[in-house]
């Protein structure tokens, strides 16, 4: 059975700092992995999809990287605002339409 | 764009009561999903569909139903709703299961008294 785990459950930083978040899953047999944002009280918003045959995906300050053979997937923001407090949520898809999720990491940023 | 729209977004029932929670998207994604997320215990897959006429069993499905009569639309049901269905619901869809990107509604917060 495949889990996700993200460790640290909770991040708190100061403004500029640049994040790491990291994601980790036991089964390396996936199809993409997938990095999204929830703001609390709403909805997942997604960030960065990552197939399996590639290694990064970036978008503006965000960069995540995908280890199948490490079952490790790592999304970097560069110079953190405020605005990037959110709780962020790895999923990982594999055989039988079967979406796995991280429990998260709830990241604060302070100005 | 709309993207995926849920409905209602707050319901409040008491034990025994039945209601149906409707997700409608218009991106013409074949693939739709209900989530629940539960504090501490992440995201769990209820039900799912992989096109119009079907649906399939995730994680967590008993005490749920669904149908996808319309390619548009997914609709979840509580036949007899207990606290333990408490929780935040969630839909998504996406265009391909392997390599589809998700995109997710706003959630509808159901509390089961």
């Known amino acids: 059975k495949q889990e996700v785990t993200q460790i640290p459950a909770a991040l708190s930083v100061p403004e500029g700092e640049n994040l790491v978040l990291n994601c980790s899953f036991t089964?390396?047999?996936?199809?993409?992995l997938q990095w999204f944002r929830q703001d609390p009280g709403k909805g997942l918003t997604s960030l960065l999809l990552?197939?399996?045959?590639?290694r990064e995906q970036t978008s503006g300050r965000l960069n995540a990287s995908l280890d199948k053979s490490s079952g490790r997937s790592t999304l970097y923001i560069a110079a953190s605002q405020p605005g990037d407090s959110a709780t962020y949520l790895c999923?990982?898809?594999?055989?039988?339409?079967?979406?796995?999720f991280g429990g998260g990491t709830r990241v604060l940023v302070k100005p | 764009n709309a993207g995926v729209t849920q409905t209602p977004k707050f319901r409040v029932l008491k034990t025994g009561q039945s209601m149906t929670l409707l997700c409608a998207q218009d991106?013409?994604?074949?693939?739709m999903y209900w989530y629940r997320q539960d504090p501490g215990m992440g995201l769990r897959l209820i039900h799912y569909s992989v096109g119009e006429g079907t649906t399939a069993k995730g994680e967590v499905p008993d005490g749920y139903n669904v149908s996808r009569l319309k390619k548009q639309n997914f609709l979840l049901g509580l036949e007899s709703a207990a606290p333990s269905q408490t929780s935040v619901y969630f839909c998504?869809?996406?265009?391909?299961?392997?390599?589809?990107?998700?995109?997710f509604g706003e959630g509808s917060r159901l509390t089961v008294l």
């Open positions: 999923a990982v898809f594999a055989a039988g339409n079967k979406l796995t």
């Open positions: 990552i197939q399996s045959s590639q």
């Open positions: 991106m013409n994604h074949e693939y």
């Open positions: 089964d390396s047999a996936i199809y993409n």
């Open positions: 998504a869809s996406s265009y391909s299961s392997g390599t589809g990107e998700l995109f």
